[in-house]
């Protein structure tokens, strides 16, 4: 299957990050390389692009998107997390923008053998990197009632957590849940009818749990931003697109937390903490337009943050 997905927020991204036409940038979420191809069409022929990604069939898709760009250009497939690690061992630095897009991609989410949605039939699995040993189908028959229940309401919100769980471990002594399908069964016989008739699909927030749990989506995110700003040179930007509240909620917290002087509780009457602020960022987030919004309905949760390195 060809690797599609359509980048939101496209131009907000791009013209957020990019500061300087020679300068260097990191894709860390490369995917198809949408993002990284319309950025390279900004710089010179000195700049350097580098992109990242953890699944080797976005790497294989967005080196041939990217075949004919004219800068510089590097792709490392590795997780984002490992970001400060890429550039060290290459001894590249300071970065001028680094970019991060945090949904799943439209080819993950269609293709039904990667077992991301709830819409196409496929093995149990999730992983945005196929060489992590960790699966859907561990999480939903080796997991205890009490581990998948947590799962489901810390990483999805969901308020019927205890039910599905419950429903998915009954449903699991009869035989493995080895499929989408199947566990969208479980997950639907759980929810109340009533339940079901208004909002999102009933397995939306239970996938979206298990994929978090899977990829270990939220645990790497504030350290990473940390490493970003460390790596980025005065004036480097750091442009962050998020899809769910979990995620939005951390760079936010992230971002603000280090664009303060003091993070000391305030009863304290004199600073203790010696923190600096380290960046700039703008008061209010970036959302899709109604146009992006009619063209491509999965942007409608996009949130885009912009953070600027201070001196």
Known sequence: MEFHHVSVLLNELVGGVLTSPDGIYVDCTLGGGGHSYALAQHL???????????????????????????????????????????????????????????????????????????????????????????????????????????????????????????????????????????????IKAAVPAGARKDGPHPAKRTFQAIRIEVNGELRILEETMRTCVRHLKPGGRLGVITFQSLEDRIIKDVFREMAQDCICPPELPVCMCHHHREIRRPAKPIRPGKEELEANPRARSAVLRIAEKLA
């Open 44 to 186: 010179s022929k000195e700049a350097l692009l580098i992109g990242i990604d953890q699944d080797e069939e976005a790497i294989q898709a967005a080196g041939a998107r990217l075949a004919d760009i004219s800068c510089r250009h590097l792709l490392v497939r590795d997780n984002f997390s490992h970001v400060g690690d890429v550039l060290d061992e290459r001894q590249i630095g300071p970065v001028d923008g680094f970019l991060f897009d945090l949904g799943v991609s439209s080819h993950q989410l269609d293709e039904g053998a990667r077992g991301f949605s709830y819409m196409h039939d496929g093995p149990l699995d999730m992983r945005m990197d196929q060489r992590n040993p960790l699966t859907a189908y561990d999480v939903v028959n080796r997991y205890s009632e009490d581990e998948l229940e947590a799962v489901i309401r810390r990483y999805g919100e969901e308020r019927w957590s205890r039910r599905i769980a419950k429903f998915i471990v009954e449903g699991r002594k009869e035989k493995p849940v080895e499929t989408t399908f199947e566990l969208v069964h479980w």
